[in-house]
């Protein structure tokens, strides 16, 4: 059922050419520079973006694309199947047809978060390695390891979803010395699995700026007619109101959902016994968690203390996306699904497998590349022509113009994306890496961005600035807004390479400054660590599934 949801979610971007939406970037060959390991800037594409850059040097980048999104789905249906744990056929199709086709998965995808996908895929896995320790089965701290390193090759966003749905259901009722095991079992396991990410935001050379307005920004939002909690309940709610699928704003579609979770809910009754004593009320609780978590940045009074927090600890940002964190719910809903489905194909047979077309009719948009959204494209050989031509300048960072976190290109039908540039050119790229919703838009985040930043959205020549801070080069995208006044900033620089819509151009005189980065050896120990570690967690998975096989 898994494959079946994600081939017809995903038919229009299968093949060759390179689906472009927002934070989904693939290019041919995804340079290795220090971005990739967290050392220039905010790690938040770490390490998904490395696995990226190592798998596109085996094969092109829009394989490693379609086998990503493809396998993600695919293996979220069959965790979801697998957890349940029911003899019926029916019942497992109808959890992983409510996992894998919901508002959820269509809006994440539509943003081009498919990072944070790998994560909500890895959740079934992780409830599952969790319930085989609460069990107390042989090598389940290893399975636990293997499914919280899935989890974390989507980054920290992707990893801390796992840690909503494990800690429960390790912790929920249990001895004192049960839970100092299970608690240490997943400490291992979180740590050495998150050094790659963990490692880089710990030594970051330069604190980030205050963030003010992202709880504002990145909130629940209504996309049905009752409200923020209906919304959530009914897995949507995400906070860019472009992304959100047809139809959800519907007053049948809303009740229709609402009916959904309802029954889903009662289904949940089904599954008392199904596995160890308290993993269930564990799984509830990391739903009833995570959907509070989501609601938390909407809760007059709540939002507040919020709105501190992640302004004053850095870290704490990971909270405001208020509607990722109902993935959790996501998965407790499904498996409510399923038992709803094992209960009536008790009474009505083949007949009660109509419940798996369910999601499928409440979200008919998130068919066929999510209504259009997810199409494939190709990339105009300029860009590679960019990419070679810059190896030809000194060494220092390119700064990207003109100063805008997100593009339009008309090779790609003006759909917004982030910028690309870090994801071509095999050196330090500069660019606004705010965040904008609307008119409003979050603080620049990158330190060498920032000081670049009044400059860049100035109007004086650029010239000055550029050799005090020490560029090697500017990149001028001649297709988007904006881009006449940036060109008149930066007239008299030579030419190294124009091609197409972009125009690459030297800094000469520019003076070596010294770029204060993260230190190179811990990340590489920390990355080593979990390699090591991860890998040893698969030999031993090995070793238990061939022995059972073989009976022993």
Known sequence: MGLG????????????????????????????????LGRDGVPRAVPSDLLVALLSRIVPGDVVQDVVLLLTITIAGWGAARLLNSRSVWAAAAAAALYTWNPYVTERLRLGQWAVLIGYAALPWVASAAISVREGRRWSGAML?????ASATGGASAQLLAVVVAIPVLLW?????????????????????????????????????????????????????????????????????????????????????????????YGLTQLRGRWSDGALGG????????LAIAMWGVTPGARGVLEHLVADVPAA???????RWVAPLA??????????????????????????????????????????????????????????????????????LPWASERGYPWNAERPQADPTDHWLPRRVVGDDALQVGHTSTAVE?????????????????????????????LLQRDQPGAGAAAQRVTGLPVVRSSGALTLYAVPGSRRV???????????????????GLLTAVTMCVAKRTRSLKGV
Do not use: K
């Open 173 to 265: 009722p249990g001895s004192a010395v049960a839970w100092w095991r299970r608690a240490g079992v997943f400490g291992i396991g979180f740590v050495v699995t998150a050094l790659p990410w963990l490692v880089p935001s710990l030594l970051q050379p330069t604190a980030q700026p205050p963030d003010r307005v992202g709880v504002a920004l990145f909130a629940t939002r209504p996309d049905t007619p009752f409200g923020s909690l209906d919304s959530l309940l009914s897995l949507g709610g995400v906070w860019n109101a472009q992304v959100v699928p047809a139809g959800r704003d519907h007053l049948i579609v809303g009740l229709a959902a609402l009916v959904v979770t309802a029954a889903a809910c």
């Open 283 to 290: 799984l509830i609780a990391a739903g009833v968690v995570g």
């Open 446 to 474: 990158d330190p060498v961005a920032r000081r670049i930043a009044a400059a860049a959205t100035g109007t004086a020549s650029l010239l000055p600035t550029l050799r005090n801070q020490g560029y090697a080069g500017v």
């Open 514 to 532: 010294a770029v204060r980065r993260a230190p190179l050896v811990p990340i590489l120990v920390g990355d080593l660590l979990a390699a090591l």
């Open 331 to 400: 998965l407790l809903l499904s498996l409510g699904l399923g038992g709803l489905t094992e209960l009536l194909v008790q009474r009505w047979r083949w007949r009660a497998a109509v419940i798996i077309a369910v999601p499928v009719a409440l979200l008919p948009a998130a068919a066929w590349g999510a209504d259009g959204t997810l199409v494939a494209v190709h990339w105009p050989g300029d860009w590679q022509q960019i990419a070679t031509a810059s190896g030809q300048l000194p060494a220092g960072p390119v700064l990207v």
């Open 145 to 149: 390891l293997v499914a919280l390193g």
């Open 317 to 323: 940002g990971l909270l405001r996306d208020g509607q």
């Open 5 to 36: 949801s994600a081939v017809l979610q995903l038919a229009p971007a299968l093949g060759r050419g390179y689906v472009l939406v927002r934070d989904m970037v693939f290019v041919p060959r995804l340079p290795l520079t220090g971005l990739l």
